[in-house]
């Protein structure tokens, strides 16, 4: 039997939008020529799979429908949520359709992540399928590069069967445990899970039996039309609001791990999109045009609807002007440098990794007095972006008017 993929394709990405309302979800941004979606539906052709399943929500069917389309992916099946539950109602939801067989694996993927080297993922994936029971669940396990509080993390165990055995979660931990838990040997959870439909089914039934119960019926009960379980927003409403994390695997003890060496990233922040385009410009980013000003330059990387995002040089001993914006609001980056930022009546200095958020009309400047230029990934959010909308107030080049 071929193992069934599930597209986890209903969250808003909100860490990349902090101080926004209103945002484009970070699986369908176009990272310039390409999105996380695209590469997720890449990874799923691989022939162990079998059709995917896909599940998201009323605000981003029209997105899925559309990547499917564009991705030449002409069979498959969509669970629409009709309310935000968190992940566990949506694994169990997408997992009770009656396509899929009772003693199907299933791999749970998320649409946001970005997972290179795809094939020792699939054939770990594969390789897996052996062990799976009514019971266990497998998560997958990246080894660390570095320390970060961005992530959770597992520790694990290997059995006499040599099998990891996960012994302990560890909820996105501030950086100095962090560090104690790599030197642990301590992996980063991925979120992506690998079981069968009836170990789902038998996990719910034991430690959320009301989430199950209420997704059974919300299944049932749902309409279909054009590849879409439409589920019972009356019946789906009862099941209880949380993560699978919380859900089931802080209860159930059997949860194995595949731990894998591979380069991946849930790309939740503008600094983990900087370090990819600093790591690999050429394989992910088109090259745009490079636009030069009296303090250095800037290169637009990437743009989507309401945003756009570019990287700032400026060169030593150099400022911009002392500006506001009457459309957009900047969220900066530092990736290089120490500069000093003005943000209407305070001043302060900034260095790498450290970000800063421009609201709307706020009055603003970057200076760099050292030798080394100040390198900034900004992101500009509003419904006008072009460099018309710069109101200048002082300027060390004579370019106020």
Request: net charge positive; glycine share 4%; with cysteine.
């Amino acid at each position: 039997m071929k193992i069934r993929p599930v597209i986890l394709c209903g969250g808003a990405g909100t860490r990349l939008w902090p101080k926004q309302k209103k945002h484009q979800a970070k699986q369908f941004i176009d990272f310039g020529g390409w999105s996380l979606i695209k590469k997720t539906l890449e990874r799923i052709k691989n022939p162990i799979f079998d059709y995917p399943i896909i599940s998201t929500n009323e605000k981003y069917l029209k997105e899925v429908r559309k990547s499917l389309k564009k991705n030449k992916v002409r069979k498959y099946k969509i669970v629409l949520e009709p309310a935000k539950k968190n992940t566990a109602p949506a694994i169990l939801s997408s997992a009770l359709i009656k396509e899929i067989p009772l003693k199907q694996p299933l791999m749970y993927f998320a649409a946001d992540h970005l997972i290179e080297k795809s094939n020792i993922l699939n054939k770990s994936i594969n390789k897996n399928k052996v062990n799976l029971t009514n019971e266990n669940i497998f998560v997958f396990g990246i080894k660390p590069t570095n320390p970060s509080s961005e992530y959770g993390y597992f520790l694990s165990k290997k059995t006499k069967k040599n099998i990891n055995k996960v012994t302990k979660f560890i909820e996105k931990p501030i950086l100095s445990k962090a560090k104690q838990i790599i030197k642990k040997k301590g992996y980063w959870n991925s979120g992506m899970f690998f079981l069968r439909k009836d170990s789902i089914i038998n996990n719910f039934k034991k430690y959320q039996n009301k989430t199950y119960k209420s997704c059974l019926e919300a299944v049932n009960r749902a309409k279909y039309k054009n590849n879409t379980y439409y589920l019972n927003k009356r019946s789906f409403i009862k099941s209880v609001e949380k993560s699978f994390d919380y859900a089931i695997l802080e209860k159930t003890k059997n949860i194995n791990a595949i731990k894998l060496d591979i380069p991946w990233s849930d790309l939740g922040s503008w600094r983990e999109i900087s370090k990819i385009y600093k790591r690999d410009k050429a394989k992910y980013f088109k090259k745009k045009n490079v636009y030069y000003r009296p303090w250095g330059r800037y290169v637009n990387l990437f743009e989507g609807k309401n945003f756009l995002v570019k990287e700032l040089t400026v060169n030593s001993k150099s400022s911009i002007s002392l500006q506001k914006h009457h459309h957009r609001s900047e969220h900066w980056m530092i990736t290089q440098g120490k500069p000093e930022i003005t943000i209407n009546k305070k001043k302060f200095f900034k260095k790498p990794e450290e970000s800063v958020f421009i609201p709307t009309g706020a009055i603003h400047r970057i200076e760099n007095h050292f030798k080394k230029p100040v390198k900034i990934i900004e992101v500009q959010t509003g419904p006008i972006l072009k460099e018309t909308d710069i109101i200048r107030f002082q300027d060390i080049y004579g370019r106020v008017r």
